[in-house]
């Protein structure tokens, strides 16, 4: 019988700290006691309860808008950002620069989300704009906040690109954006996957950021399932919260199974390359081939 290391179990106990908690929350999303602390039988008639809770179901509907137009927007900031970072490497001002856009992976939440209500409030003094805090003020600071995220990824990825492959396509003639979204795009883009879904998650997860920037009305799902909390756990909160884990576990498996059939078949391409060219002939045999075809009268 194979004896359990060290390491294997502070493995174990690391994923059932993580995880039980969430296997705990699913099991008691199917009690049928109002009672969270009380087991009442299995039902589903939280799950059914969901469709009249209006309130929580517009919150979700408002974070899942939010978390979608914040991961788009991020991944477009950050890929911008990581490339002047990697393919500009001389420029003046590119330690400050490099220093804003890492700047919100260490700073405190409570910090960025009282600076952004400052400057909210000044330019709706000055200029007019926002006119309220909303949904709108909500994506700009969550899209500031998760394109630090995207940048690191992508220029992790930028650094470990092959430049000679964007050079000859230039040099037979490609332009540079025709480069970049033929070549460079399809290279980066498990980078900007990842970016994406990302910025999605820690969009969707969000309670700090938005309950500075948020106004009346922009009450997003964190927020509603903390100012429930208050009061006591309800079970419809564990129902919404049983269904974003399965929604975010069948994206999780989706993305890998996609990339994992997009890896066999780079493989397979480039196995098949390489294949072909051991199987072409060899310069010296082309010319020894040439020889024996030359008749003999030709040789004297």
């Known amino acids: 019988m194979k004896r359990w290391s060290f390491s ?80 500009i490497p001389v420029f003046r001002g590119r330690t400050l620069f490099g220093g804003l856009v890492t700047a919100p992976l260490v700073m405190p939440e409570v910090i960025t989300g009282l600076s952004l209500l400052l400057l909210f409030v000044a330019m709706a003094q000055l200029v007019g704009w926002p006119a309220q805090r909303g949904l709108v003020t909500i994506w700009i600071a969550h899209t500031t906040f998760c394109s630090a995220y995207v940048a690191v990824v992508v220029m992790a990825r930028l650094r470990e690109l092959d430049l000679s492959i964007e050079e ?31 910025s999605f998650a820690l969009s969707l997860d969000d309670l700090v950021l938005a309950s500075f920037v948020s106004g009346p009305g922009s009450t997003t799902l964190p927020m509603e399932i903390f100012s429930a909390v208050r009061l006591g756990v309800k079970p419809e909160i564990n129902a919404v919260a049983s269904l974003i884990l399965l929604v975010v576990s069948l994206a999780t498996f989706l993305a890998w199974y996609f990339g994992r059939r997009a890896d066999k078949r780079r493989a397979r391409a480039m196995q098949q390359a390489q294949d072909e060219g051991n199987s072409a002939p060899s310069w010296r045999q082309v010319i020894d081939s040439r020889k024996t075809m030359v008749p003999p009268s030709a040789h004297s």
């Open 8 to 87: 294997n179990l502070i493995l174990a106990l690391g994923l059932v700290f993580i995880y039980l908690p969430m296997v705990i929350l699913v099991i008691y999303s199917f009690n049928d006691s109002r009672l969270v602390t009380v087991w009442g039988g299995w039902s589903v008639k939280w799950y059914l309860g969901l469709l009249d809770n209006t309130q929580l179901m517009s919150a979700v509907m408002r974070s899942l808008e939010v978390a979608f137009y914040t991961a788009v927007a991020a991944v477009a900031l950050g890929t911008m950002a990581a490339f002047v970072l990697t393919r």
């Open 168 to 198: 000859a396509a230039m040099d037979l003639g490609a332009r540079p954006w025709k480069v970049f979204f033929l070549i460079t795009m399809p290279m980066i883009a498990p980078s900007l996957a990842a970016g994406g879904m990302l």
